[in-house]
């Protein structure tokens, strides 16, 4: 395994059938959904992505929807189903999130989970379902995760993070995920990888920038910093990763957006806890980016709604998150947009 194919956009070539409907003007069903079953969460990051919805107000994605739109994914050919946030997920009750995990799984569809790990007891549980779970930890000794999470946890996140790489299948992979901010410096990237390179059984960790709606990220030489930390931390089989195309949009007018229109959004989708569909994680919570309510509907009547084309028509990706989730894939798709001089010359 080379560290990019973990990360990055290169992954959509191989759902060729659908992007060949797009070019076709047809609107294909989903690869992937991230499905959010909570917006409560027990930590306090500053830097949370989502804290427009993760808050006090309890709001729990329902079972019965949970499990009649999980039905509705596999009927619709969707492959894959992250849970994740838009708050903790572990918070929902391991049981009731692993029944919805094995339901989604024994539909033939490719189940992960993305968590703060405070809350994990069952680790073969969810080693035996998933074929990968990431823990945000965004720190690399008791003093960061405080700072980063509001909170102190650190020892026992790193506990369960160490049982979970025990009890893992060798087909399950476990990364850790930090986030990264062009004032961390040098140190951060080379400390984070020595903390984590030790932890047997441990695959990857991968960076992220921090970005914000409202404030313009600097200018960042952080890629930088993250190859040179894995030209020493890297071995065979723990993987440094980081989307470079993120990065590099950060240095770019208009954040990299060759594109107005998030053409790939027919390849994802986010369900809230509030039972909605959004169009990108990014936009939970954001009246913009709703494309329907599972209340009132079903999953494919609104992915296939006028409600839902609209926010894809008018939507104007130069207003969205820089360095979003599919920010490479809708430069690669605008790029295929664009006919080339002699195409018929390769
Ligand atoms: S752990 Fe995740 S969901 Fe919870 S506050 Fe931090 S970033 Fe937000
Ligand atoms: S934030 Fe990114 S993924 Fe979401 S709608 Fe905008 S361009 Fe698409």
């Excluded at 070019?23 to 500053?46: E, F, S, W």
């Excluded at 572990?90 to 809350?119: F, I, K, Q, R, S």
């Excluded at 404030?215 to 930390?229: H, L, M, R, V, W």
Aim: glycine share 6%; charged share 20%; aromatic share 10%.
């Amino acid at each position: 395994m080379e560290s990019n194919e973990l990360f990055g956009s290169r992954k959509m070539w191989h759902h060729l059938d659908r992007i060949a409907q797009w070019q076709n003007g047809k609107l294909p069903y989903p690869v992937a959904i991230q499905m959010d079953v909570t917006n409560r969460c027990q930590h306090a990051c500053p830097n949370c992505q989502c804290s427009v919805v993760v808050g006090k107000a309890k709001i729990e994605l329902p079972v019965a929807i949970a499990r009649r739109t999980i039905t509705e994914f596999a009927e619709c050919g969707v492959k894959s189903i992250t849970f994740s946030g838009g708050g903790e997920p572990l918070l929902y009750g391991e049981t009731p999130l692993l029944e919805l995990m094995h339901l989604a799984h024994g539909c033939d569809m490719d189940v992960a989970l993305v968590t703060n790990g405070n809350a994990m007891t069952d680790f073969q549980g969810f080693a035996s379902v998933c074929r990968w779970i990431r823990y945000s930890i965004d720190a690399h000794d008791a003093e960061s995760f405080t700072r980063m999470h509001g909170l102190k946890a650190f020892d026992k996140v790193m506990e369960n993070l160490k049982s979970l790489c025990k009890k893992k299948y060798i087909t399950t992979t476990v990364g850790v995920g930090i986030l990264t901010k062009p004032e961390f410096g040098r140190e951060w990237y080379m400390n984070c990888c020595r903390t984590f390179a030790e932890i047997e059984g441990l695959d990857y960790i991968q960076f992220r920038p921090v970005v914000h709606w409202d404030k313009q990220p600097a200018p960042s030489d952080e890629y930088q910093c993250i190859e040179e930390a894995r030209n020493v931390y890297q071995i065979d089989k723990f993987f440094v990763v980081a989307s470079e195309e993120k990065y590099s949009a950060l240095n770019l007018p208009h954040f990299g957006r060759t594109y107005t229109r998030c053409h790939a959004s027919f390849l994802h989708c986010t369900i809230g806890a509030d039972a909605c569909v959004y169009i990108c994680c990014h936009g939970q919570g954001r009246p913009e980016y709703k494309l329907g309510d599972l209340h009132y509907a079903s999953f494919a009547d609104i992915w296939n709604g006028d409600l839902a084309a609209s926010v894809r028509n008018t939507l104007n990706t130069l207003e969205c998150l820089p360095a979003c989730h599919l920010h490479g894939q809708n430069c690669q798709l605008q790029r295929l947009l664009k006919t080339p001089l002699h195409k018929n010359f390769i």
